[in-house]
């Protein structure tokens, strides 16, 4: 499988501005600039694209992993803060929300503990990943 984007930029770094566009054109040339990614301008960023696509890879792998372990999970939901320090991206937080029935504290532990390493999304970050979560 193959996925992809384009990414399409005109002028200068601070006074560009550019768009996104994806296969699946969810983003349609989406706006993206300067302000954007270190002010508060309209559009996105690349840090808010990879908040995105890591907490939707993390909490697929986790239901996957429930899953695998015989649990249907009510709800998962998962917030990610990206760090963005000196020009590099730092941390990756992931604060989650979870309702599942009749797991223990351990064994639910130990799944969130394998998505958030093995989810193909933190195997790509070199960076710092940390979960926090909540179970109902």
Not at 53 to 72: D, I, P, Q, R, W
Request: hydrophobic share 30%; net charge negative.
């Amino acid at each position: 499988m193959k996925r992809n984007a384009t990414a399409v930029w005109n002028g200068t770094g601070k006074e560009g501005k550019g768009h996104l566009t994806t296969q699946s054109t969810v983003l349609n040339k989406t706006q993206y600039s300067f302000g954007s990614r270190f002010e508060d301008g309209v559009g996105t960023n690349p840090e808010e694209l990879i908040a995105a696509a890591h907490s939707g890879c993390f909490t697929m792998k986790l239901s996957f992993n429930l899953s695998g372990a015989g649990y249907t999970p009510e709800e998962l939901e998962t917030r990610c803060d990206i760090t963005f320090e000196d020009g590099k991206i730092t941390k990756s937080h992931l604060t989650l929300k979870a309702k599942v029935s009749n797991i223990s504290e351990q064994e639910f532990a130990d799944l969130v503990k394998d998505a958030e390493k093995n989810c193909p999304i933190s195997q790509l970050l070199n960076t710092e990943i940390s979960v926090e979560y909540q179970l109902n």
